[in-house]
């Protein structure tokens, strides 16, 4: 679990960023999620934080496995 000062400065960092950008914590889940990554991968905010990583960005190696 992030402490919510940590939470704040990530959220912080990934909404000042000019590119897409997310955080996901130890489990995959994401847990910060910019307006950028919203237009790249389609999926609202609201939408992508507390979910597996894997789920919001959808993305598969060579073989077809699943990653983030």
């Known amino acids: 679990m992030i402490d919510p ?9 990934v909404a ?8 996901v914590d130890l489990g995959g889940r994401v847990v910060a999620w910019n307006q950028q990554a919203e237009e ?3 999926t609202p905010t609201s939408e992508a ?3 597996p990583c894997a789920m919001v960005v ?11």
């Open 49 to 51: 934080i507390g979910r």
């Open 40 to 42: 790249m991968f389609g």
């Open 58 to 68: 959808r993305g598969a190696d060579r073989a077809g496995q699943v990653v983030c």
């Open 5 to 13: 000062e940590s939470l704040e400065e990530i959220e912080r960092q």
């Open 16 to 23: 000042d960023t000019a590119s897409p950008a997310f955080a």
